[in-house]
């Protein structure tokens, strides 16, 4: 067990259910906004799993911050660690500010918003057309800057996996365990490929 304030070399099983998770739910809702003639009642159910989304990133912000943080982020604070940071934190603000949008937006146009059948009351209350057409389209940008974020996040997981070796990307797959020495003591080194990814 992993001493209190004390670097983790792999994130917890319930950390990783929450991220792989988070991902599915993510694709099904741009899936669904991108072609909503695929399923039968798709708007309907891009609100709730929008919905679901939120409700699982306060949970998951909750539990990380009682959590310890895997070793790699306790290393020499680099232009590069600054911007993983960022965008660590630009997705937490994105997947709870766009639902957050979507909810206020549903309050301006004075329509209810349905959560799997079940009304939700309004975020906020109102009639106003511009600042409605500005939600969404504010919803709408944010939700594709997230998804480059994805893509920049994905391409940074598979360039420690393929070309530093290290274990950065499978201290967050099911199933996977990390060594006791922490990967990132030795992915973020000036250790060759080799010696980074070596068990």
Known sequence: MTEPHQPAAS?????????????????????????????????????SLGMLLLAMM?????????????????????IKQIAIFAVHQGFYGMFIA?????????????QELQVFGVALPPLIIGSDRDTAAFLIGLKKYLAYLM????????????????????SVL??????????????AERGFTDSSPREAGAD
Request: with cysteine; charged share 15%.
């Open 170 to 183: 499978r201290s967050m797959l099911p199933r996977c365990t990390v060594g006791d020495t922490a990967p």
């Open 11 to 47: 994130y917890d099983g319930l950390s990783k259910a929450f991220h792989w998770t988070t991902l599915v739910l993510v694709l099904a809702v741009f899936v669904i906004a991108l072609a909503p003639g695929l399923i039968e009642g798709s708007l309907a159910l891009h609100k």
């Open 98 to 110: 766009i639902p957050l949008l979507g909810w206020a937006y549903l309050g301006y146009k004075g």
């Open 147 to 166: 998804l480059a974020l994805i893509g920049l996040h994905a391409m940074g997981a598979l360039f420690h996996h393929y070309v530093r070796r290290d």
């Open 58 to 78: 306060v949970a998951r912000l909750i539990w990380r911050l009682t959590q310890i943080t895997p070793s790699w982020i306790f290393g020499p604070k680099s």
